[in-house]
């Protein structure tokens, strides 16, 4: 299932976010309010430490009764309360957290929302961003509205314009716009958020399509 808030990580899927990117109606800053289950403060810190999906990471550290989750592309922090030994929620329970032992009894993974799947790693490597400068004619190439489709079959659009630093996408479900610089003549992105976007053209350089966070594919409407 895909949340509208970009961030955040998934309508689509840009609101994934997410954690993709993370987002919902997550309440910031202060630690998760016991309710179902309890967890001892020792348990809780196995759950500690950095997970990675795709180039983008989380932060998972135990607080008090639960976890704190930061987001490492915008610092944003969401507490999560127990409700079995390893899953856990946001205050407003709609944002789950679906942990994985390993046959050691150690953490391996995270699924969030149901859908985003991140792997526990020791190593945190922020994603280097190289920029390139196009020309005005190829970012004009790429604009327009493209289209896909939900999970509920209804139709969600993307406005996509050119800029002088790179391109503006806008999302038509909350009117959401966000900045990407080139990092190829096909490839952007957007560094507050770890949100790829890649181009596929046509014989005559114009755009036919674009695919977002490497897996949800927008096809560009015909003018």
């Avoid at 759950?47 to 610092?75: C, P, R």
Wanted: net charge positive.
């Amino acid at each position: 299932m895909r949340r509208k808030n970009m961030l955040l990580l998934a309508v689509p899927v840009f609101c994934c976010f997410m954690m993709r990117p993370v987002g919902g109606k997550a309440n910031v800053a202060a630690p998760g309010r016991l309710t179902d289950t309890v967890i001892s403060p020792g348990d809780l810190k196995s759950f500690e430490g950095y997970y990675k999906m795709d180039d983008s990471y989380i932060h998972i550290t135990a607080a008090t009764n639960g976890l704190v989750l930061e987001q490492m592309w915008d610092n944003r922090k969401i507490s999560f309360s127990p409700r079995t030994g390893l899953e856990f929620t946001n205050d407003d329970g709609n944002f789950p957290l679906k942990f994985t032992k390993g046959p050691d009894g150690s953490i391996t993974q995270v699924l969030a929302f149901d859908r985003d799947l991140w792997i526990k790693t020791k190593e945190y490597k922020p994603l280097v961003i190289k920029e390139v400068q196009l020309k005005a004619s190829e970012l004009k190439a790429l604009e327009g509205k493209y289209t896909m489709q939900t999970d509920r079959g209804e139709e969600a659009f993307l406005l996509i314009r050119a800029t002088d630093k790179g391109l503006i996408l806008k999302q038509g479900w909350d009117n959401q716009e966000i900045p990407f610089v080139a990092t190829s003549d096909v490839d952007f992105y957007c560094k507050e958020r770890q949100f790829p976007l890649k181009f596929t053209k046509d014989k005559d350089g114009n755009a036919t399509q674009v695919l977002a966070f490497k897996r949800d594919l927008w096809k560009k409407v015909k003018e």
